[in-house]
């Protein structure tokens, strides 16, 4: 059994302005730095034996500024975003007004959610084998945690990317 505490990464200059970043590696924002370190502050009494982040800067600043080096941090690619393709970069409404049909046709240029999610069972799988027995916390994206909804709690993907995401303070998976 393997505990995973998510938590998506704090705010961007991109979120700031509603715009979808993708891959793009856009920088945290003076307000999601100030996440961040709060990150740190809620979580301060929690152990993990590992935060794993996505290489977006994004993902792997924010757990930087919330840990230090109190636990190791290992960025991952898989963790990463949807590749929005040609809609990177783009505004964010144009990406929730696509999401739905995304599901199995890839963005142009880019891929799919059921394309991305498929790399997040690789990591699961991998969470499984080398971390049983253990609590993690995991720093991505909503397509970071559309793959746990789908591995972890054996959700629809359709059901899942229609759904409305709103923020909240993290969101625990138990894998085994």
Same mark, same amino acid.
């Given at each position: 059994?393997?505990?995973? !505490? ?30 961040? /370190? ?21 993902? &792997? ?13 290992? /960025? ?7 590749? &929005? ?9 144009? !990406? ?16 799919? &959610? ?14 499984? /084998?080398?971390?049983?027995? /253990? ?37 625990? &998976?138990?894998?085994?």
């Amino acid at each position: 059994m393997v505990t995973i !505490i998510f938590e998506s990464h704090a705010t961007t200059y991109d979120n700031e302005k509603k715009i979808a970043s993708g891959h793009y590696d856009v920088e945290l924002s003076k307000t999601g730095q100030a996440q961040a /370190k709060a990150l740190g502050a809620r979580r301060a009494g929690e152990h993990f034996d590992a935060v794993f982040c996505s290489d977006l800067q994004r993902s &792997y600043k924010t757990a930087e500024l919330a840990f230090g080096d109190k636990f190791p941090v290992m /960025k991952d690619a898989r963790l990463r975003e949807c590749d &929005y393709g040609e809609y990177e970069h783009r505004p964010s409404a144009e !990406i929730e007004a696509e999401r739905s049909s995304r599901i199995h046709e890839p963005f142009p240029g880019g891929e799919s &959610y059921e394309e991305r999610t498929a790399l997040l069972k690789e990591f699961i799988d991998d969470l499984a /084998k080398n971390y049983d027995g /253990k609590r993690v916390l995991v720093i991505g994206h909503r397509a970071t945690q559309y793959g746990l909804e789908r591995w972890v709690n054996k959700r629809d993907l359709g059901d899942i990317v229609s759904e409305p995401w709103q923020w909240q303070p993290g969101w625990e &998976y138990v894998l085994g």
